[in-house]
């Protein structure tokens, strides 16, 4: 029996209405099946919402209908009503650019579908942001604060960087979440939870954002089920972006919803703190061959000829894409090869006001915003023969999707292959 506040039990009796009543009834059951004994309040959320395909399943475009069966598991049709209001509400990765839709081949009728569900949304307080990076743009949970969210790199980045608190507790647990503003007290909500219990020594490169996106997946791919990762020793310092990629194929290849990086993370001044006073469970060294064997499962062998290069998988920073802006400047995309590079469209219009995006475009690349190829499947990227990622998350996913050749490489080497129109191995 989970414990409710008086409040809490007034909105389970319908008294804020029914759209919050179905919400809070799910969070409610979702508590008994975890075990939890009371809620707590959620401050923060980002959705994963919009005309996501994983709604491709329904045959109409009733919103209502599709929202009230898909996040509030009711067959009845419940009217979109207001979220929580004290519960900072915005969008994660949309299915789609909110401006061009024909660069990436989508058609229309998706591209204006998907703006009115968001439109409906953000009418019901659920600010259009599209960001898989939020904390670029200012959602930023403090320590000790509960958040939801529906991207996996950012439950990571919350919880270790921030010292937030939140589980990925999936796409419908934390849409009702942020509608009814509580979710169950478990799991990383919890102090005691908290502590890491697989230490990890690097032996490896950890220069660069590409090392550390190697790190990640490899670390992802060495923690047992159920760990929860210390990166004690052996690296160089990171930044967030370094970081943001780290956790991003980190949480690729694990369940992992927290990694503590000692000394740099606020719950691991020392790897004792860390630890929480116990004993690890596994000490790991990720080595030169450990890198290079991650290297080769995101990296199709050989070189060839390319005709699609996407950058920015997490969403790309103000800086990088300076970097990238001059990097590109006098130089030439290669005809027939397709440059996006990804970032949310905060960070779009102040690369637009900066000058880099217009330099971008000279040089036949396209700066676009709020997606990415694996969230708009197929239709984005079906026409290309062989394509470069510079994210590992994305290396990884999106050969679910093709059989063309994919090949992963830091942004330099991705942008090196846009302008040649071929990929060195």
Known sequence: MVKLTEYEQRMLNGEMGEFKQKALQFIVKYAEVLGAEELCRVSRATLFIGAQHYLDCFNNDDYDEIFSKFYLNSDKKIKIAEFDKECICQTCAAACDIKDHESVHLSKEFFEKNKRFLDITKEAGVSIVNSCTPYYVGWIPLMGEHFVTTESSNVVMSNSVFGAR???????????????????????????NRYGDVVFNIKCPSKTVYDWDIIGYTMGRML???????INEGFERPDIHKLRQCFSSLATTSGAEICHVVGITPEARTLEEALGGKEPLEVIEITQKDYDESVAMLCDEGSGDIDLVSVGCPHLSLEEIKDIAMYLKGKKVKENVELWIWTDYAIQAMADVNGYTDIIEKSGG????????????????????????????????IRSQTKAPVYFGDIYKCLDAAIKGRWEA
């Open 166 to 192: 939140g589980n990925a507790g999936g796409i419908e647990a934390s849409v009702c979440a942020a509608i009814c503003g509580r979710t169950p007290l478990w799991g990383l909500h919890i102090k005691e």
């Open 224 to 230: 047992p089920p159920h760990g929860k990762p210390i």
């Open 366 to 397: 396209k700066l676009l915003n709020s997606s990415c190829p694996v969230v708009m499947r197929e239709e984005s990227h079906r026409h290309s023969k062989a394509m470069v990622m510079n994210g590992a998350k994305q290396a990884h996913s």
